[in-house]
Every structure is written in structure tokens, then in C-alpha cells.
């Protein structure tokens, strides 16, 4: 479902002439099978986001090759990406990523409005989706009108709302409280179970590392453990 090969990134800071490049990312490799929930862990700085942002597509990778769904995303170009992200992808963020003058309808609509749906599909697929993650009745609240754990549930909502086969997600419970976190690991392990989706993490919270299938612990930009299939 997703295969990165030797996957290498770095940055480059300062101007012409006066240039320091930080390596972040160092010959990257691993594979995650369909239907595997694979956690990433790891200190600060040691790479996390930046593999997530070049899975993602929001970053161009300096090399290696990165597959998804049967598709070599690292050659797309910016405007194919993000016509794969609609289709192949859901995103899960910390801070929601909510559009705040959109209601919960809204935010959840949006990414069919982007694929071409009909108006009468739209509606019928969101408000579906609305109440099977428990948020129905809070369909025309906006975000800020919403709890921390309504918010990540309209997050999940808009993120599975085009019946994507893999989610990534960057630290979805960094957010919440103890016992929203329970609950949505809950989740996230059900539409695993239930739908087969693939979930790749980024987390620091050892209690989010654990649903992974296996965990992929990264340190000054290498792999040093791939993890055992549980």
C-alpha cells in the first residue's frame, strides 16, 4: 500500500554562498502493508513530520521513491498530487485544520464539492458520515462553537469522506484530553477493523504508538527500528 526506498531529504538555510544544509532525513526505507496501522515515533527533530510532509506530497523528497496505492507519488508534479491527495488520501492533523467559517456540514462537504459530486450525493454522504462518528446533531455548529473531541471528530469525518484506502495521520491526539484520546484510538482501530483502512502515525504519545501494528521509530533522520507485526 505504501513502500518508501531510500528515501533522503535535506534543507538548505541562508543565502547564495552562505549556505549550511541540514540533513533531516537519511536513506528512509520501509513498506506498510493494506490494512496495517503503523505508528512513527521518535524525539523531536528526528524527522517525523518532514517523512510525513514528503508521504504527504506538501514536500518534493531530494531521493528516493515513495509508492502509494500502486501510484510512484514522488514523481507527480504539484497539480497530480493533489488530484491523487482527493482521491487515495485522508488527513488527520493535531489542530483539526478546520475551516472556521464553515460548519461542521461544510468542513465535511468540502473535499466532494472538489471531486465534482452532485449536491443531493453530497448531502446524503455527509450526513451519513456525520452520525456514524456521533456528530450529527452538531452538523450546522461551527468549529468554534464545537469541543476539542467534536473537532477531531469532524477532522476524521472530512477525512473519510471520499472513502479514502489510506489516512495518514500527524499527532491526532495531541489535542485532546485523556478520555477523547481513548476514544478516538477506539475509532481509528474500528475503521481499521471494519473498513480496512491503512493508517500511517506520526506521534510522540507512547498510548497512540501502541494500536499501531507495528512501530517504526525514527532517530536523527534513520530508521532504527522497523517493529514486529503484532
Known sequence: M??????SHEFVIG?????TIIPVLKNISFKVDQGEIITIVGRSGS??????????????????EIWMDGVKVSELNE??????RIHHL???????????????????ELPLILKGVSE?????????????????????????????????????ARALIVNPPIILADEPTGSL??????ELLQFIQELNRDLGITFLIITHDEK????????IELKDGRIVDKGVLV
Open 90 to 108: 485522508g488527513f488527520i492533523f493535531q489542530s483539526f485544520q478546520l475551516i472556521p467559517s464553515m460548519t461542521a456540514f461544510q468542513n465535511v
Open 2 to 7: 505504501i513502500t518508501v526506498d531510500n528515501l
Open 120 to 156: 443531493r450525493e453530497r448531502k446524503q454522504q455527509t450526513e451519513e458520515l456525520l452520525k456514524r462518528v456521533g456528530i450529527l446533531d452538531y452538523q450546522d455548529h461551527y468549529p468554534g462553537e464545537l469541543s476539542g473531541g467534536q473537532q477531531q471528530r469532524v477532522s476524521i
Open 79 to 84: 497539480a497530480k498530487f493533489a488530484d491523487f
Open 208 to 215: 497512540v504508538a501502541k494500536i499501531g501494528h507495528r512501530i
Open 177 to 182: 484530553d485523556s478520555e477523547t484520546e481513548e
Open 47 to 64: 524527522g517525523k513530520s518532514t517523512l510525513l510532509n514528503a508521504i504527504s506530497g506538501f514536500i518534493r523528497p531530494k531521493e528516493g
Open 15 to 19: 543565502k547564495k554562498g552562505r549556505q
